[in-house]
């Protein structure tokens, strides 16, 4: 039996990747941080009580900040394979918290590589690195390829920028089994309240349900290559499978702007939509940030675009070039965007039934 150990077990693909690798007969050990509530909503359904017998499913408290910690549990675990999926995920935020993400996202990274190396597990433990088409940032070349000259735009890239090349650089020192799979944005209903495409299937959803009006977004013209985290977690095996290391896009070669993500959403409920506020403002509307600046008719719902979500620097479009992962990975996207849209729009508006209103105020991100 193979022994994998994921870093950001609880997060969107952590939950999707122990899914798949338990079904795949590993043995799965998860790191989590401490947190005041348990939240580990997204991996529950695999929870395997610790006091019964051939438990393959196991969680730690850790933390990217603290190699003590990190190197105990590699150590006590000796994984044949890593998946160093936990970061501190949002763009916009790292330009709030820019030094703490470099700390977990960055130097994080180089705790799990250098544990592995003084462990001397260097032969024994395949690394895979959650690398990001946010590297890509302002555009050099589209598509963008493994070759592609990369211009990070957010403290968020600039720490992954770190964490790609190290763990290149200790592939080459050390003869390491370390990858990058550079990934192009992808979504499930799994996906975090405050990432775009979540927060627009939320309000779809709250809407639906008459509890909702408005939609404050920031930039709608940004363009992004979206695909299903489902299908995104099975390059991530699949790249610790080859014979040699190597780095891989992963990417739906798909580009659509979030505008035509908000109209497909909207579309699944059918009901009337108007876009107001600053930057796409036909009607020569100003900035619009409270409800009060929308007085609605019935039937009617606003996108507002509120300045407040707009980023210092702006990743405008991405597409990604799969050609080198379906050659020699042999991997393809399944999911469609119409299918992952009906599919987290679908989720939402069940999760919405559950819950009470004021659970679902705007969120900041
Ligand atoms: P999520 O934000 O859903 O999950 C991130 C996970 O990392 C969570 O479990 C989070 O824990 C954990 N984490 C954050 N900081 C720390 C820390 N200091 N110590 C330990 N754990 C920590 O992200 P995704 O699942 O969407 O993405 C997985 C990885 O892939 C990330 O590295 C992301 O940057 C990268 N990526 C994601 C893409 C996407 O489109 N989803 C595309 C390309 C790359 P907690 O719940 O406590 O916050
Ligand atoms: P991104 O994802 O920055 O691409 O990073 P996000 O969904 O946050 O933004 C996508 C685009 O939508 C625009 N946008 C908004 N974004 C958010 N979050 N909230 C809004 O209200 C809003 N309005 C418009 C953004 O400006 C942007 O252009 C994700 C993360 O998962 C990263 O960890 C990962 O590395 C990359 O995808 C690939």
Partial sequence: ?????????????????????????????????????????????????????????????????????LIRIIQEVQPDEIYNLAAMSHVKVSFDIPEYTANADGIGTLRILEAVRLLGLEKKT?????????????????????????????????AKLYAYWITVNYREAYKMFACNGILF????????????????TRAVAAIALGLQKTLFLGNLDARRDWGHARDYVKAMWLILQQDEPEDFVIATGITTPVREFV??????????????????????????????????????????????????TEVDLLIGDPSKSKQKLGWEPECTLDQLVKEMVTADIEVFKQKNKTQFEHLIG
């Fill in 1 to 69: 039996m193979k022994t994998a150990l994921i870093t950001g077990v609880n997060g969107q693909d952590g939950a999707y990747l122990s899914e798949l690798l338990l079904e795949k007969g590993y043995m799965v050990h998860g790191i989590k941080r401490r947190a005041s509530l348990i939240n580990t909503e997204r991996i529950d359904h695999l929870y395997q009580d610790p006091h019964e017998q051939g438990v393959r499913f196991r969680l730690h408290y850790g933390d990217m900040t603290d190699s003590t910690n």
């Fill in 185 to 200: 944005n992808h979504e499930s209903p799994l996906r975090g309240e405050t990432f775009v495409t979540r927060k627009i």
């Fill in 263 to 312: 109209k497909m959403a909207f579309a699944e409920i059918g009901v009337q939509l108007e876009f107001r506020g600053s930057g796409v403002n036909e009607k020569g509307y100003v900035a619009a940030s409270t409800h009060a600046d929308f007085p609605l008719e019935t039937g009617t719902c606003v996108v507002a675009v509120d300045p407040a979500y707009f980023r210092p």
């Fill in 126 to 158: 395949r690394i895979y690195q959650a690398s990001t088409s946010e590297l890509y940032g302002l555009v050099q070349e589209v598509p963008q390829k493994e070759t592609t000259p990369f211009y990070p735009r957010s403290p968020y890239a600039v």
